[in-house]
């Protein structure tokens, strides 16, 4: 057995315990978690054909590690795109961070010291619902991707986060699909928590509000094809 370098992602369900406890006398609760956990595993057996990579899942975490192949930092950023997106059908939000270095990671089993990295910067530096990298790990897989930087947007505290709040319009002023549904979604989070008597947990949503707020009044405009 050998460590290899390898890119990992660790995610965190927010709020996981509070949806345990409000799941013991409500059937819905148990509901949504066992369908939004069911479709984790799925995912993961749906995705363990991709070339070069692994996932494990247990109990409120997601852990995915690649190879440093090319473009790596473009297939990351699509694929934490649908975990978020599958997340937010069962109105759960996460947070995460992105790490590189040595890993070992087969179907059983997960560790090393860059799996350390990243649950480090989940647990004591992302604080938002955000999924962060650090500037140096950026830096050194941004040279082996394409055209990036947008996808991976830098935050007031230095970290860059994995952006979905670049909010799509055509030229006719209609919202775009997946923009639309991120829009509703956090929108109705955000009016469920943000009276949060805890400030931790207010602080949150207030971020996503920012963020909201600021792809709202600069979207991506594309045009519509004309029909000839």
């Given at each position: ?63 995915i ?26 109105k ?54 394409d ?45 469920k ?22 792809g709202?009044?600069?979207p ?9």
């Open positions: 057995m050998e460590y290899s370098e390898r890119i990992i992602v660790f995610l965190d369900i927010l709020g996981f315990s509070k949806i345990i406890e409000e799941s013991v006398n409500n059937e819905d609760v148990r509901s949504n978690l066992l369908k939004a956990l069911n479709e984790m595993y799925e995912y993961d057996l749906k995705s363990k054909a991709i070339r070069g990579r692994q996932i494990t899942t247990f109990s409120d975490s997601i852990v590690s690649y190879s440093l192949l090319d473009n790596v930092l473009t297939h990351v950023f699509y694929e934490i795109r649908n975990i978020i997106l599958l997340l937010l059908e069962h759960l939000i996460c947070r995460g961070g992105i790490s590189k270095g040595l890993l070992y990671h087969d179907d059983k089993v997960v560790f090393g010291p860059a799996l350390n990295e990243a649950y480090s910067l989940e647990s004591k530096v992302a604080n938002y619902p955000r999924v962060i990298i650090s500037d140096d790990d950026f830096n050194i897989l941004n040279k082996k991707s055209s990036i930087l947008e996808y991976f947007k830098r935050d007031n505290d230095g970290y860059r986060y994995i952006n979905l709040f670049d909010f799509v319009f055509n030229d006719k002023g209609e919202l775009g699909y997946i923009s639309k549904y991120i829009i509703d979604v956090y929108t109705e989070l955000i009016k928590n943000i009276q949060n008597e805890n400030e931790s947990i207010r602080q949150k949503y207030v971020w996503l509000i920012e963020k909201l707020e600021y709202i009044k600069h991506m405009v594309w045009k519509i094809k004309e029909d000839s």
